[in-house]
């Protein structure tokens, strides 16, 4: 064991979803070091453990700098005392595996390598994440400790000793810890295959049902061939893009309609198959899509929500309660409202869900940014939401259009549109948000897009559970008539500022409308009370998802 002298770097707050920079920032000498350091201190602090009979989960999304972050962490955890080290082969983890190996081999924790649907490479971007024992991402008072702790360190520990060969599963030593490579599909397919009925999956692709799954040349690729066409004998080449590469391809790992280019247009197509799908860089987010049809993330919710209780046997008993993320749309809140459970709203991230679901108190979650999932794990998980799609498809053997379009007879249609202005300059852009913030008191009363304002507040949170209040999580502005207009700036960018302006609007009109114009006088709206042109010189967006 050796210890480094080191000094504070003052950028290593955490933000929505773990530490995020540029990978050459990671890649400065004691950058991730020091960042480690500070999770382990921090652990040890929270849980008084001295990590002398505790096993730490490593494994990452497979993008540049993965393999050599996971030989430094190795090194540091030994040197911090671990016992036990379980590491996937190749350094390779979907975030839900982590979650799935951290519940079932009882860890303390884990350290998730990746920027997520961020791109990969050397001049792209890394992150890294600490997930507690539950499984699920640190909460905000470790994620806030942490950063403290990084503000004063001084030293970290680590080990001289070579790197150690990942490609293949086995127990090594590092010192005194031992060092087991693990597959990382075995934990994550067993608690897969405790959820959903294999076997009608498998009537479904035995019949003439085809599907086009984009793994995005990202972590899925393996589990998805694993799953999808090993076990569920889904044709070969019904996944795509299904090896990881260290620069995804050169593309956003990110599923939605514009970095998911390849796989719209071939479910546009006249021959497209039944059921489209894909996955982010680390696994956690999906895209869903029936010919010639998408379905938003938060539709998708809604319905899974809808049919979880009547198609998937792992929910059988019905859902304790559900939850979305407070910028998602309300169409999961109406489902819960009829099945009689409660609907939580919480902030943006995933580690706000934790808590609800250890008190059982929510069985599904979800997020507007293609996030879904359930209690199986404490993570988001993209290919679980495929499944979920699939069981829904087995048992009512409708199309993907039509379960959507049932939905919104039955419970009307939230328009949801969430439009990304990338690349803003921060300091105008955190003041534009401001003077909205400081505008909020005097909108009630005030006429938006053929209705009139009937709350505007700064979303605030206190955690049903552990009573912790996490302020200033996202303006919204809500309407007489039930419509939404709600914005924030994004805490997973690595480059200046992503304003995020979300629009819903619900009506009870069977879903037909033009999603665009109903949308349109909120997005005028918004735009007109952040006074983006005038502060930020931007009219259009960069993305609409
Ligand atoms: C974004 C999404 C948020 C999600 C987070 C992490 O955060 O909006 O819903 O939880 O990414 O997702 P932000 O702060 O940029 O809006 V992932 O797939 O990066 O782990
Ligand atoms: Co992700």
Redesign the pocket.
Known sequence: MKTVQTTPFTDQRPGT?GLRKKTRVFMQPHYLENFVQAVFNTVREFTGSGFGSETLVVGG?GRFYNRAATQTILRMAAANGFRRLLVGRDSLLS?PAVSAVIRRRGALGGLVL?A??NPGGLDADFGIKYNVRNGGPAPEAITERIYEETLSISEYRTLDHPDLHLEHEGTLLLEKTEVVVIDPLVDYTAVIEELFAFESLRALFAEDFRMQFDAMNAVTGPYAHHILEQLLGAPAGTVINGTPLEDFGGHHPDPNQVNAAELVARMNAPDAPDFGAAC??????NLILGRNFFVTPGDSLAVIAEYAGKCIPGYRNGLAGAARSMPTSTAIDRVAETLGITCYETPTGWKFFGNLMDAGLCTVCGEESF?TGSNHVRE?D?LWAVLCWLSILATTRKPVASVVRQHWERFGRSYFQRHDYEGLELTPATQMIAALRDKLPTLPGLPVGGSRIAHADDFSYTDPVDGSTSTRQGLRILLEDGSRIVCRLSGTGTEVATLRLYVERYRRDGGGGVIEEVLAPLVNAGRELLELRERCGREEPTVIT
């Not at 982010?280 to 987010?285: A, E, F, P, V």
């Open positions: 979803s999304d975030t990746s997520s649907h982010d860089g680390d696994g956690d987010r996030g988001k993209g």
